[in-house]
T-cell receptor
Framework: QKEVEQNSGPLSVPEGAIASLNCTYS??????FFWYRQYSGKSPELIMFIYSNGDKEDGRFTAQLNKASQYVSLLIRDSQPSDSATYLCAVIMSGGYQKVTFGTGTKLQVIP | DVKVTQSSRYLVKRTGEKVFLECVQDMDHENMFWYRQDPGLGLRLIYF???????EKGDIPEGYSVSREKKERFSLILESASTNQTSMYLC???????????FGQGTRLTVV
């Protein structure tokens, strides 16, 4: 079992719709969770982080964390073509130093 | 803004060569990381460092070594480059008391 799992996609949504990206993780003791956006040919950039159960909103982005289910998601409201990118889920596992483990990413395509 | 700079954007090396990839950050971050990114495999951690002269193996350290003689600089060394080390290499840094990693622009290494 992979430590951080994401559906590779592509996930296609029409412009203006809500895009829902999902991620599960294996380490129940994980404490920190991140969403990175990566445009083709570019390096990842952090868009959201969440540490506590529940929802965290930042503009059009909402991160949701459910530690009991070991599940973290990213919702993008009013999706725009400029949101088309690969979204990487990242988790800091319990124990040891701050080693960030990434999922393989979900490719999102927003169709105009 | 945090700036993480990698010495080369593109690099072509021959099999058996010793290769140095350099990374410099300008925000006095304690933690620095080297990842490689391959299609379908996502970002995989090679090595990380949490302080000067300190290093920890990541998930795929074989064939690589690192050096951190100064806080701002973290070098990845391929002792004898092989074709299976052709990849995108990403350097990242983060402060000790915060988990969020900031990435450099990446180095696309091709070993022929």
């Amino acid at each position: 079992q992979k430590e951080v799992e994401q559906n590779s996609g592509p996930l296609s949504v029409p412009e203006g719709a809500i895009a829902s990206l999902n991620c599960t993780y294996s380490d129940r003791g994980s404490q920190s969770f991140f969403w990175y956006r990566q445009y083709s040919g570019k390096s990842p950039e952090l868009i959201m982080f969440i540490y506590s159960n529940g929802d965290k909103e930042d503009g059009r982005f909402t991160a949701q964390l459910n530690k009991a289910s070991q599940y973290v998601s990213l919702l993008i409201r009013d999706s725009q073509p400029s949101d088309s990118a690969t979204y990487l889920c990242a988790v800091i596992m319990s124990g040891g130093y701050q080693k960030v483990t990434f999922g393989t990413g979900t490719k999102l395509q927003v169709i105009p | 803004d945090v700036k993480v700079t990698q010495s080369s954007r593109y690099l072509v090396k021959r099999t058996g060569e010793k290769v140095f990839l350099e990374c410099v950050q300008d925000m006095d971050h304690e933690n620095m990381f080297w990842y490689r990114q391959d299609p379908g495999l996502g970002l995989r951690l090679i090595y990380f460092s949490y302080d000067v002269k300190m290093k920890e193996k990541g998930d795929i350290p074989e064939g690589y070594s690192v050096s951190r003689e100064k806080k701002e600089r973290f070098s990845l060394i391929l002792e004898s480059a092989s074709t299976n080390q052709t990849s995108m290499y990403l350097c990242a840094s983060s402060p000790r008391d915060r988990d969020q990693a900031f990435f450099g622009q990446g180095t696309r290494l091709t070993v022929v």
